[in-house]
């Protein structure tokens, strides 16, 4: 990790590119097009290298983050999920404790972090959104969160980051509708800062970005730590209650009721086990 002695880290990955320009400005995409950046479980620890790196790098004003191809992050990656050699248990709960450590990183990151949501923000895609600081999302995207339509609790950080910019009651109404919201319902429930064109979108990050990367640099990052401080505190409770609740039922029998009608095209018969 970079120091502030004068160390300059670099950000090599295999999914995730990571490009700053002579203003200060970062750029950090996630990099599976061809899987809509659904998230893989090696994601997590690059992105806690990340935000730990670019927290320490002096040459770095600002983040754009977003994703490559048509969309911004489309949620987990099931497959690769169900690959990974380990208790089914140990799995389900060693992914949402990295989820946890991946959105407090973003979070204690002095720099700012701004979201070009670009395509489908879902599940843990729509977390990463909300967990940045401010986002723009372009009008022909979507963003939402299903766990609980397939028997999850939403501990993906839907319960922890969505209520800080939405208000509770609104987080619960929509987690529990499990609906994904256009982008210009997001921006105007405050899931999202902007809902703008498409076609205008790269542009308008860019001039925002700008704008942060010309400001002075420790009046932008210190204020964001001193809005940040108390509300990591809440959210890592957050997730400490919910996540250990999605573990549950991800083995419930709910849970696999919801994924059999989901595949058969019907309604799920639930009976709270």
């Keep these: 990790m970079a120091d502030r002695m004068g160390n300059n880290p670099t950000y090599n990955y295999e999914f995730i590119n990571v490009e700053t320009d002579d203003k200060g400005i970062m750029t950090v995409t996630l990099n599976r097009p061809e899987k809509r950046n659904a998230f893989i479980p090696t994601w997590h620890a690059e ?14 004003r600002c983040v754009i983050f977003t994703g490559a191809g048509k969309a911004f992050c489309a949620g987990g990656d099931v497959g690769a999920f169900a690959a990974a050699k380990q208790d089914p248990m140990d799995k389900t709960l060693n992914w949402l404790r990295d989820v946890k450590t991946t959105v407090t990183k973003m979070m204690e990151c002095d720099k700012p ?52 910019l939405m208000g509770v009651n609104r987080q619960k109404e929509y987690l529990w509708r499990g609906e994904l919201m256009s982008g210009e319902k997001a921006a105007a429930l405050g899931l999202c800062n902007h809902c703008v064109p498409a076609a205008d979108l790269d542009r308008t990050v ?33 997730f400490d209650t919910a996540v250990p609740l999605e573990v549950i039922t991800a083995n419930s029998e709910d849970h696999v009721e919801a994924a059999r009608a989901f595949r058969e095209k019907r309604k799920g018969v639930y009976k709270g086990r």
Excluded: C, Y
């Design 47 to 60: 992105l806690i290298e990340i935000w730990g790196k670019v927290h320490m790098d002096d040459r770095v």
């Design 113 to 164: 972090i701004i979201a070009k949501v670009n395509g489908a923000a879902v599940g843990l895609g729509s977390s990463l959104v909300a967990a940045s600081d401010v986002s723009f999302i372009a009008d022909t995207a979507v963003i939402g969160d299903t766990h609980v339509k397939v028997g999850l609790v939403a501990a993906d950080g839907g319960t922890a980051l969505w209520g800080l």
């Design 206 to 238: 860019q001039e925002f970005a700008e704008m942060l990367a010309s400001q002075p640099p420790r009046a932008v990052q210190w204020t964001k730590r001193a809005i940040n401080a108390p509300l990591i505190n809440q959210v890592s409770a957050n």
